[in-house]
C-alpha cells in the first residue's frame, strides 16, 4: 500500500527558509516522477516542482530560483528546499506521486501547511 507523508511546514518570516521532506513507503520513488504541490487559501492547486524518473527536474514560474528540489532514492523521499519565502508562498504544501504500472496512478500525501509572515 503507496503512503506519502509530508514533514518540515511550519510559520516563518519573510526571506526566511524551509525545508519539507516527503517519504514514500509501499513504491519506490525512483520509478515514476514526484512532485510537489501547493494550494494558497482562496486559489487553485498549483504545480511547485516535479522530478522525472530520471532525474529531469521543472519548477513553477513562481519559483524563479528560490527552490530546490531533491530526491534521495536510497531513503525514498522527496526534499523540497525553499529559501527567500514570500507571503505569498503560504500555503498548504502537498506531494504527490505518480504510481502504478504505466505511472498514471496518483497518490497525495495529506498535505502540510507552510505560512510565511511579513
Known amino acids: 500500500q503507496v503512503q506519502i507523508v509530508e514533514s518540515g511546514g511550519g510559520s516563518v518570516e519573510t526571506g526566511g527558509s524551509l525545508k519539507l521532506s516527503c517519504v514514500l513507503s509501499g513504491s519506490d520513488a525512483s520509478k515514476c516522477g514526484m512532485d510537489w504541490y501547493r494550494q494558497g487559501p482562496g486559489k487553485e492547486r498549483e504545480l511547485v516542482s516535479t522530478v522525472t524518473r530520471n532525474g529531469v527536474k521543472n519548477y513553477g514560474g513562481f519559483v524563479m530560483g528560490r527552490f530546490t528540489l531533491s530526491r534521495d532514492n536510497a531513503k525514498n523521499t522527496l526534499y523540497l528546499q525553499m529559501n527567500s519565502l514570500k507571503t505569498e508562498d503560504t500555503a498548504m504544501y502537498y506531494c504527490?506521486?505518480?504510481?502504478?504500472?504505466?505511472?498514471?496512478?496518483?497518490?497525495w500525501g495529506q498535505g502540510i501547511q507552510v505560512t510565511v509572515s511579513p
Open positions: 504527490r506521486f505518480r504510481g502504478g504500472s504505466y505511472c498514471d496512478v496518483y497518490y
